[in-house]
């Protein structure tokens, strides 16, 4: 097997790893009442760490067989390859929106990383990497606080994934420094570089599992799949001398492609926040709720929040309209 064959099929898997991961950290974060974001007594949550520590490593041993520039769009599969896995494993269905955001946040991305170039690419210094890592830690605590600031449920997880996609996009930049300055000699003279890497890692970890619970898979998983290597090209082109292909033509190509895949993530957040027409009550009369996590193309019903109003529809038999009023201790009924 040629090395290029090799490093495609190890970033083949690598996707299918990281896509696995995400549908057990969906399902851990849709069933367990427990923490949200470190539900450590869920051997299913542990399993999805062996996942990406997997998807993790299968991607590092491709970019060894391969290039850069094809590796990198391969890893944007991941959600492509999630939601029939999705479908297929746990009957999460994706409807035609989620497909749609789905392709064009993928088609975009691999558009934009294959325009990114490193032939230019030097080392952070250390100034530089200090300024780095606080700057990260502020964007990212200013995306939590605004997390718990977003009313709708869905609109909360896409920023914790921001901020997830954030952690783990800089967290490559460290461990693309660690990389090219590490020698046998002197094991750990990088030790602080390592220490906020592993502090990125855990963090986009945490935040990732969050951002799963309510929105679905879809929403979540394309927002860190996109952000993460966005930003990781914004610093490879800012602090590492990084540059498009094909110049000023590349450049407007790589805009449009961001665009791209800024519009495939708007779809997939609009198909979480859409409630389907079929999820209405039969009598046409109801409404779906303002608030809480709406039904999207993946199959989860509209839950209403406690007091709100809810029209049942026509019940059959005698008595065919009853009007239902919840209180706090009784239930009360009147034809």
């Not at 041993?61 to 769009?73: C, E, K």
């Not at 914790?160 to 660690?178: C, H, N, P, Q, R």
């Not at 986009?204 to 929403?219: D, E, T």
Request: hydrophobic fraction near 55%.
């Amino acid at each position: 097997m040629s090395p290029l064959l090799l490093s495609v099929l190890l970033a083949l898997v690598s996707a299918v790893a990281y896509a696995a991961a995400a549908i057990v950290q969906e399902r851990v974060a849709a069933s367990a009442a427990g923490p949200r974001y470190a539900p450590l007594r869920s051997p299913a949550w542990w399993g999805s760490v062996l996942l990406n520590g997997v998807g993790a490593t299968l991607h590092v041993a491709a970019l060894a067989y391969g290039p850069l520039s094809l590796v990198q769009p391969l890893g944007a599969l991941t959600i492509v390859f999630a939601l029939p896995m999705a479908a297929l494993f746990v009957g999460r269905r994706a409807g035609s929106r989620a497909w749609r955001g789905a392709v064009m946040a993928t088609v975009g991305l691999a558009g934009l990383l294959s325009l990114t170039s490193g032939a230019e690419a030097r080392s952070l210094a250390d100034g530089d990497r200090w300024l780095l890592a606080g700057c990260t830690f502020a964007v990212v605590a200013a995306l939590f606080a605004a997390a718990h600031l977003v009313g709708r449920s869905v609109l909360r997880s896409v920023v914790l994934a921001a901020a997830a996609g954030v952690s783990f996009g800089i967290a490559s930049v460290f461990t693309k420094s660690v990389a090219e300055e590490w020698t046998p000699g002197a094991p750990l003279a990088q030790w602080t570089a390592l220490l906020v890497l592993s502090a990125l890692a855990v963090t986009g970890l945490l935040l990732s599992q969050a951002s799963y619970r309510g929105a679905g898979l879809a929403a979540p998983l394309a927002t860190v799949t996109v952000v993460n290597p966005v930003v990781a090209a914004a610093v490879g082109l800012t602090l590492f001398g990084e540059s498009f292909r094909y110049g000023t033509a590349g450049t407007v190509a790589a805009l449009i492609s961001g665009a791209v895949a800024a519009g495939g993530l708007i779809q997939l957040t609009l198909d979480r926040m859409t409630v389907p027409a079929e999820s209405l009550p039969a009598s046409g009369q109801g409404r779906a709720p303002d608030s809480g996590p709406a039904a999207g193309s993946e199959g989860d019903p509209a839950r209403p929040e406690v007091g709100q109003g809810v029209d049942v529809g026509a019940v059959p038999g005698t008595r065919p309209y009853l009007e239902v009023q919840v209180r706090s201790r009784a239930v009360a009924g009147r034809s």
